[in-house]
Antibody, heavy 127, light 108 residues
Framework: EVQLVESGGGLVQPGRSLTLSCTTS????????FNWVRQAPGKGLEWVGF??????????EDAPSVRGRFTLSRDDSKGIAYLQMSSLKTDDTAVYFC??????????????????WGPGTLVTVSS | IVLTQSPGTLSLSPGERATLSCRAG???????ISWYQQKPGQSPRLLIY???NRAAGIPDRFSGSGSGTDFTLTISRLEAEDFAVYYC???????????FGQGTKLES
């Protein structure tokens, strides 16, 4: 069974740092890109960034709203993806989800979507 | 690319047909359009990918269609468990690489 579980959330003061983990099981971690998506209280979904599989270079991309403050990484030996958050702002308060990305091409058509999500972890940025 | 979902809230009864819209600010590749369902306190669940392909385990009362800038999620006969918030998503290849619509709340 595919499982993703986020951890590391909590209450943190503005300007401080926090690292979230996404621990996975039930599939070959190294084959996949992992995304982080957040949801502020009562709001919609916001894409935060992704860390590519090693097969696609292992590099990361992120949203403009977090650029320069958040860092995405992965440890394929442990099956864990990380989201390091620094210079946190009150606007970063949200539930943070990790999601496994499926990426494949069939003929000339390529698809990308998130087929499995973790339950999320709440990050509250407040003094 | 901005995705605009309508209506914001849709009030229907079990057994009725639901039609949810997602409009992109410019023409997009339908293969990168997905739909998700989210219930309170839960993570999103993939329903549709590639605009019209049902994900594994999704009942056939859910269907997706569209191309260009206009995409639709249709639920043919609503069941009690279908009342939730629905989001469309697009992978655009330029920052931000993924975008979500603001969501449609389907209520009874």
């Amino acid at each position: 069974e595919v499982q993703l579980v986020e951890s590391g959330g909590g209450l943190v003061q503005p300007g401080r740092s926090l690292t979230l983990s996404c621990t996975t099981s039930g599939f070959t971690f190294g084959d996949h890109t992992f995304n982080w998506v957040r949801q502020a209280p009562g709001k919609g979904l916001e894409w935060v960034g992704f860390i590519r599989s090693k097969g696609y270079g292992g590099t990361s991309e992120d949203a403009p709203s977090v650029r320069g403050r958040f860092t995405l990484s992965r440890d394929d030996s442990k099956g864990i993806a990380y989201l390091q958050m620094s210079s946190l702002k009150t606007d970063d308060t949200a539930v943070y989800f990790c999601a496994r990305e499926i990426r494949y091409c069939s003929g000339h058509t390529c698809y990308r979507y998130f087929d499995s999500w973790g339950p999320g972890t709440l990050v509250t940025v407040s003094s | 690319i901005v995705l605009t979902q309508s209506p914001g809230t849709l009030s229907l009864s079990p057994g009725e047909r639901a039609t949810l819209s997602c409009r992109a600010g410019q023409s997009v590749s339908s293969s990168y359009i997905s739909w998700y369902q989210q219930k309170p306190g839960q993570s999103p669940r993939l329903l549709i990918y590639g605009a019209s392909n049902r994900a594994a385990g999704i009942p056939d009362r859910f269907s997706g269609s569209g191309s260009g800038t206009d995409f639709t999620l249709t639920i043919s006969r609503l069941e009690a468990e279908d009342f939730a918030v629905y989001y469309c998503q697009h992978y655009g290849g330029t920052a931000p690489l993924y975008s979500f619509g603001q969501g449609t709340k389907l209520e009874s």
